[in-house]
């Protein structure tokens, strides 16, 4: 065993046979930004034998003060490349896949299917509640964390029959309802926090060390150093949509990509006012909260695309859209304004 690991071994309770469970152990990251950054330097540095990094955004200046795996010659770059040249760094030993794209409904479980653990750094709703559905469907327990502000929540889902996202929140809320952490800002230590929290959680699992925190949710409040746990019940009757029912493909373009297009597209920038006079590239104004108003006249349109700054809340607007109207060509700008 290598000697890097030999506080772990020391371990009263842990020892070799959870490091060698470590060892063997799949994990697949969600998301390289807030959460992802400390969640897979943790487990990298701990001796997780495979790590998969799942992110198709790239590194951005805005990104520095909470993602610690990146720094200012990152910027413009993939952040799953970087995130795995920067864990191999840490720890040459450890086998790392960069899987630089976007999960969605056609590629979810094929995806999901190699790996023993899945972490959701997810930083918004849709990709959220997908991971969680497929990992109900494929039987994988989830470690689900979430920060915004100066506040998170971290929990584990669907591990040995225990509860998931859904017996918390049945659906998603509608776009508007609550704001993510391009409008409403974050702390970024608070996600530094979570992640590592989400870390712990995971080698809790592997390892099968300790308590998990299966049916309940853990909340921290940062400004007030607040810790509370929320137990829920599994609901007899939680829905977990049909993944296997295919919608209607949305195209994910980059920016290159729109400029190259011989369709004439409807653009919509779905950010808020305030984004929106910082930068722009035109087109017409409908922020995410007003695009269920805007539905009928987006619906006659024959080619639309949106567009925020990371390609969130565009994703969130197309997925709307299509599930109106089929005979729209609708698509979204998935790289970074």
Known sequence: MDNRYARHIRLMGFGEPAQEALSKARVLLVGCGGLGCPAGMYLARSGVGTLGLLDADVVSLTNLHRQVLFNEEHVGRPKSTVAKEMLLKANSQVEVTDLQQRLDTSNWRRILSDYDVILDCSDNFTTRYLVNDACVLLDKPLVYGAANQFEGQVAVFNHNGSGNLRDLFPEKPKPGVIQNCEEAGVLG????????????EAIKLIT????????????????????????????????????????????????????????????????????????????????????????????????????????????????????????TTIGYVRDTL
Not at 189 to 200: N, R
Not at 234 to 245: A, E, K, M, Q, S
Not at 318 to 326: R, T, V, W
Request: aromatic share 6%.
């Open 189 to 200: 230590v608070i996600t530094g926090i979570i992640g590592e929290f989400m870390a712990l």
């Open 208 to 327: 099968e060390t300790g308590d998990l925190l299966t049916n309940q949710l853990v909340t921290f409040d940062g400004l007030g150093f607040g810790i509370h746990r929320i137990k829920y019940a599994v609901r007899p009757d939680t829905h977990i949509p049909d993944l296997t029912v295919q919608k209607k493909e949305l195209m994910a373009l980059t920016w290159d990509e729109v400029a190259q297009s011989e369709t004439s597209w409807k653009l919509v920038d779905v950010r808020s006012e305030k984004e929106r006079q910082e930068v722009s590239k035109g087109g017409v104004h409908i922020p995410l909260d007003q695009i269920s108003e805007q539905m009928d006249v987006l619906g006659e349109e024959t080619s639309v695309l949106f567009y925020c700054k990371t390609g969130g809340r565009a994703l969130q607007a197309a997925e709307m859209l299509a599930d109106a109207y089929n005979q």
